[in-house]
Protein backbone atom coordinates (compact mmCIF):
# COMPACT_ATOMS: atom_id res chain seq x y z
CA UNK A 1 0.00 0.00 0.00
CA UNK A 2 2.48 2.38 0.67
CA UNK A 3 4.47 1.37 -2.29
CA UNK A 4 1.56 2.05 -4.52
CA UNK A 5 1.35 5.18 -2.81
CA UNK A 6 4.92 6.32 -2.99
CA UNK A 7 4.70 5.06 -7.24
CA UNK A 8 2.12 8.27 -7.50
CA UNK A 9 3.58 10.72 -5.48
CA UNK A 10 6.82 10.08 -8.28
CA UNK A 11 3.93 10.28 -11.27
CA UNK A 12 2.68 13.18 -9.78
CA UNK A 13 6.24 14.79 -9.68
CA UNK A 14 7.20 13.25 -13.11
CA UNK A 15 3.63 15.03 -14.42
CA UNK A 16 4.27 18.10 -12.94
CA UNK A 17 7.85 18.11 -14.61
CA UNK A 18 7.03 17.71 -17.83
CA UNK A 19 4.06 19.96 -17.84
CA UNK A 20 6.20 22.65 -16.56
CA UNK A 21 8.29 22.15 -19.13
CA UNK A 22 5.91 22.09 -22.22
CA UNK A 23 4.65 25.51 -21.03
CA UNK A 24 8.16 26.78 -21.24
CA UNK A 25 9.28 25.79 -24.56
CA UNK A 26 7.61 25.04 -28.23
CA UNK A 27 7.48 21.68 -29.27
CA UNK A 28 10.55 20.17 -30.16
CA UNK A 29 11.23 16.78 -30.73
CA UNK A 30 12.56 16.24 -26.86
CA UNK A 31 9.10 17.35 -26.32
CA UNK A 32 6.87 15.68 -28.36
CA UNK A 33 9.02 12.74 -26.78
CA UNK A 34 8.21 13.83 -23.21
CA UNK A 35 4.47 14.10 -24.16
CA UNK A 36 4.48 11.02 -25.52
CA UNK A 37 6.42 9.73 -21.99
CA UNK A 38 3.83 12.32 -20.30
CA UNK A 39 1.43 10.50 -21.61
CA UNK A 40 2.78 6.92 -20.77
CA UNK A 41 2.82 7.91 -17.32
CA UNK A 42 -0.82 9.50 -16.89
CA UNK A 43 -1.80 5.87 -18.70
CA UNK A 44 0.32 4.13 -15.58
CA UNK A 45 -1.19 6.94 -13.13
CA UNK A 46 -4.70 6.04 -14.36
CA UNK A 47 -3.93 2.28 -14.30
CA UNK A 48 -2.43 2.53 -10.22
CA UNK A 49 -5.27 5.22 -9.51
CA UNK A 50 -7.53 1.93 -10.27
CA UNK A 51 -5.61 -0.51 -8.66
CA UNK A 52 -5.47 1.96 -5.74
CA UNK A 53 -9.62 2.22 -6.06
CA UNK A 54 -9.85 -1.32 -6.41
CA UNK A 55 -7.38 -1.98 -2.90
CA UNK A 56 -8.99 0.22 -1.34
CA UNK A 57 -12.70 -1.46 -2.64
CA UNK A 58 -11.39 -4.91 -1.25
CA UNK A 59 -10.05 -3.28 1.98
CA UNK A 60 -13.13 -2.02 2.78
CA UNK A 61 -15.11 -5.04 2.10
CA UNK A 62 -12.61 -7.09 3.76
CA UNK A 63 -12.96 -4.95 6.47
CA UNK A 64 -16.75 -5.09 6.45
CA UNK A 65 -16.82 -8.84 6.23
CA UNK A 66 -14.49 -9.14 9.13
CA UNK A 67 -16.67 -7.03 10.87
CA UNK A 68 -19.40 -9.10 10.21
CA UNK A 69 -17.76 -12.48 10.99
CA UNK A 70 -17.01 -10.80 14.23
CA UNK A 71 -20.17 -10.22 14.91
CA UNK A 72 -21.11 -13.77 13.96
CA UNK A 73 -18.52 -15.22 16.16
CA UNK A 74 -19.89 -13.01 18.99
CA UNK A 75 -23.43 -14.14 18.07
CA UNK A 76 -22.17 -17.72 18.28
CA UNK A 77 -20.13 -17.17 21.57
CA UNK A 78 -22.97 -15.99 22.92
CA UNK A 79 -25.10 -18.65 21.80
CA UNK A 80 -22.47 -21.62 22.74
CA UNK A 81 -22.21 -19.83 26.52
CA UNK A 82 -26.04 -19.79 27.08
CA UNK A 83 -26.06 -23.37 25.74
CA UNK A 84 -23.70 -24.20 28.22
CA UNK A 85 -25.88 -22.91 30.81
CA UNK A 86 -28.96 -24.40 29.95
CA UNK A 87 -27.20 -27.43 29.64
CA UNK A 88 -25.79 -26.90 33.43
CA UNK A 89 -28.76 -26.03 34.69
CA UNK A 90 -30.30 -29.24 33.20
CA UNK A 91 -27.32 -31.62 34.44
CA UNK A 92 -27.81 -29.67 37.81
CA UNK A 93 -31.96 -30.57 37.43
CA UNK A 94 -31.09 -34.51 36.35
CA UNK A 95 -28.60 -34.75 39.63
CA UNK A 96 -31.14 -33.33 41.96
CA UNK A 97 -34.00 -35.88 40.37
CA UNK A 98 -31.14 -38.18 40.62
CA UNK A 99 -30.91 -37.45 44.37
CA UNK A 100 -34.49 -37.66 45.03
CA UNK A 101 -35.04 -40.95 42.97
CA UNK A 102 -32.14 -42.38 45.26
CA UNK A 103 -33.75 -41.22 48.24
CA UNK A 104 -37.49 -42.96 47.62
CA UNK A 105 -36.01 -46.04 46.46
CA UNK A 106 -33.99 -45.95 50.22
CA UNK A 107 -37.17 -45.01 51.45
CA UNK A 108 -39.28 -47.90 49.30
CA UNK A 109 -36.41 -50.41 50.34
CA UNK A 110 -37.17 -49.60 54.09
CA UNK A 111 -40.61 -49.55 53.55
CA UNK A 112 -40.20 -53.35 52.13
CA UNK A 113 -38.11 -54.32 54.90
CA UNK A 114 -40.93 -53.09 57.57
CA UNK A 115 -43.40 -54.40 55.26
CA UNK A 116 -41.98 -57.88 55.58
CA UNK A 117 -41.25 -57.76 59.28
CA UNK A 118 -44.98 -56.40 59.87
CA UNK A 119 -46.02 -59.54 57.41
CA UNK A 120 -43.92 -61.64 59.90
CA UNK A 121 -45.19 -60.27 63.31
CA UNK A 122 -48.46 -60.77 61.53
CA UNK A 123 -47.96 -64.44 60.75
CA UNK A 124 -46.45 -64.78 64.27
CA UNK A 125 -49.93 -62.89 65.89
CA UNK A 126 -52.39 -65.31 63.74
CA UNK A 127 -50.85 -67.82 64.92
CA UNK A 128 -50.56 -66.88 68.56
CA UNK A 129 -54.56 -65.82 68.21
CA UNK A 130 -54.86 -69.61 67.04
CA UNK A 131 -53.36 -71.33 69.76
CA UNK A 132 -55.17 -68.81 72.40
CA UNK A 133 -58.77 -69.47 70.49
CA UNK A 134 -57.71 -73.46 70.70
CA UNK A 135 -56.43 -72.88 74.94
CA UNK A 136 -60.04 -71.14 75.02
CA UNK A 137 -61.63 -73.75 73.31
CA UNK A 138 -59.78 -76.44 75.68
CA UNK A 139 -60.65 -74.05 78.69
CA UNK A 140 -64.40 -73.59 77.77
CA UNK A 141 -64.92 -77.34 77.32
CA UNK A 142 -62.94 -77.70 80.94
CA UNK A 143 -65.30 -74.98 82.50
CA UNK A 144 -68.34 -76.77 81.52
CA UNK A 145 -66.99 -80.00 82.69
CA UNK A 146 -66.34 -78.24 86.12
CA UNK A 147 -69.40 -76.26 86.34
CA UNK A 148 -71.15 -79.85 85.69
CA UNK A 149 -68.87 -81.16 88.46
CA UNK A 150 -69.24 -78.13 90.72
CA UNK A 151 -73.33 -78.60 90.48
CA UNK A 152 -72.56 -82.35 90.86
CA UNK A 153 -70.92 -81.60 94.00
CA UNK A 154 -73.40 -79.06 94.99
CA UNK A 155 -76.25 -81.41 95.22
CA UNK A 156 -73.99 -84.61 96.96
CA UNK A 157 -73.68 -81.46 100.16
CA UNK A 158 -77.33 -81.02 99.69
CA UNK A 159 -78.18 -84.42 99.92
CA UNK A 160 -75.21 -84.82 102.44
CA UNK A 161 -76.15 -82.06 104.39
CA UNK A 162 -79.78 -83.32 104.50
CA UNK A 163 -78.33 -87.05 105.57
CA UNK A 164 -76.53 -85.02 108.26
CA UNK A 165 -79.34 -82.68 109.56
CA UNK A 166 -81.56 -86.19 109.76
CA UNK A 167 -78.41 -87.98 111.16
CA UNK A 168 -78.29 -84.85 114.19
CA UNK A 169 -82.19 -85.00 114.05
CA UNK A 170 -82.03 -88.74 114.78
CA UNK A 171 -78.77 -88.64 117.38
CA UNK A 172 -80.67 -85.97 119.34
CA UNK A 173 -83.49 -88.01 119.71
CA UNK A 174 -81.21 -90.96 120.78
CA UNK A 175 -79.81 -88.79 123.42
CA UNK A 176 -82.64 -87.39 124.73
CA UNK A 177 -83.99 -90.91 125.38
CA UNK A 178 -81.04 -91.92 126.90
CA UNK A 179 -80.74 -89.24 128.80
Known amino acids: MVTLLFSLAVVFFIGGIVFILRATSAPSEEQLA ?37 THSQSLQEEIHKLQDE ?19 EEREQLEKEK ?21 KILLEQEKILREELIKNRAQVLGLEKICAEFK ?11
Open 116 to 136: NELSSAKTTLEENLKKTADLN
Open 34 to 70: LSAEKENWENIKISLESQVEGLTNEKRESQEKTEEQE
Open 87 to 105: QKAKVNSLEEELVSLRKIK
Open 169 to 179: IQIEAAAAQTG
